[in-house]
């Protein structure tokens, strides 16, 4: 494999691993948001218990909840993987000097940036 060969498959495997790190960040984000809209929602639900709110309501809300949670945890070790095989792959492009200013590596440079603070 030529060395300009080995850089273009470097440069598409950079932009697949980062839009896959990036999309994989935005769904933990709403996750994490889904799983606080649900909360609020349960502790209304069982602060409104007095006024006769069915036992099913809040049992429902609590499933839903665990579901969020569950789906943060989810996407957390996805979203790891992701920006794991990011990280390897940057290592290796960073290797080559012809890619040290490319816009592929500097833009997954930015999602790994990104993707610690998720």
């Known amino acids: 494999m030529s060395d300009s060969e080995q850089i273009r498959i470097l440069k598409r495997e950079l932009k697949i691993k980062s839009g896959a790190a990036k999309r994989l960040a935005k769904e933990h984000k ?4 889904e799983a606080g809209d649900q909360q ?6 069982v602060a409104d ?17 665990d579901e969020s949670n569950r789906m943060i945890t989810d996407s957390a070790t996805r979203l790891g993987k992701a ?8 290592d290796s492009a960073k290797k080559h000097l ?6 592929e590596l500097l833009n997954a440079d ?5 993707t610690t603070t998720a």
């Not at 920006?83 to 940057?90: G, M, N």
């Not at 930015?110 to 990104?114: A, F, G, P, Q, S």
């Open 49 to 65: 218990n007095a006024d006769n709110v069915e036992e099913w309501d809040i049992k429902n809300a609590r499933k839903m909840l």
């Open 110 to 114: 930015e999602i790994l940036k990104d």
């Open 40 to 45: 609020r929602k349960l502790d209304k639900l």
């Open 30 to 33: 709403l996750y994490k948001k």
């Open 98 to 103: 012809e890619l040290a200013e490319a816009e």
């Open 83 to 90: 920006a794991e095989e990011l990280q390897s792959t940057v």
